[in-house]
């Protein structure tokens, strides 16, 4: 009986995804942040194309929800919307980005992968299929890099930023952003040996 607690206490901390507390990102897109964006977003900030780059509209759907419309220009090649926060899942953990999005144009979900307090980072985007009529759940599945190159040499990557991409001369209004760490296929070699 013992052994049993212990392989479920260990399959737990071996198999849970990344806790609610660790992905706060505001993803029904609740209103209070600066430059008119959600709180917990931000234009993208680490260079490229600029704040100015696009508009972006808040539509309530209802006290709880918010659909977050991102209208990209015709001046620049994209409209790129992070979050303000930046995670720390460990690095080749696989990340599940879900969104309901509707739109018309090109969309991408992605992450910047972090490897130091400054700018450097490894984008790493999936596109996404629109539909002008509704909206439509999409989902991506991207890896965290083990580690990124920067002017200190290879360092380990440690934070990631969640991504909305919208493409040149788009508009797409993006609800309900979800991400969750998938599951391990594999058990870890403690459980194995407890098993035995």
Known sequence: MKNFMLI????VLTFQGISADEFKINGKF?????????????????GGPKADNGTVVLNKINDKEYSLGVLASSKYNAHIITTLRKYRPAPGDKLEISALVKGKG????????????DWT???????????????????????VPQSIRSSKGVVPCNRV???LWTGKNSEVFFRDVQIRKLKSEKPHKE????TK
């Not at 090109?106 to 307090?117: E, R, V």
């Not at 999409?138 to 890896?143: E, F, G, P, S, Y």
């Open 121 to 143: 980072n490894v984008p790493s985007y999936k596109p996404i299929k629109l539909s002008e009529k509704e909206f439509v759940r999409q989902r991506a599945v991207l890896t």
């Open 161 to 163: 930023a969640i991504v």
């Open 30 to 46: 609740l209103p209070g942040g600066a430059d008119g964006l959600p709180y917990a977003w931000v234009h993208n900030k680490f």
């Open 106 to 117: 090109a969309a991408m979900l992605g992450i910047y992968a972090f490897a130091t307090i």
């Open 191 to 194: 459980v194995k040996k407890i």
């Open 8 to 11: 479920a206490v260990l399959s």
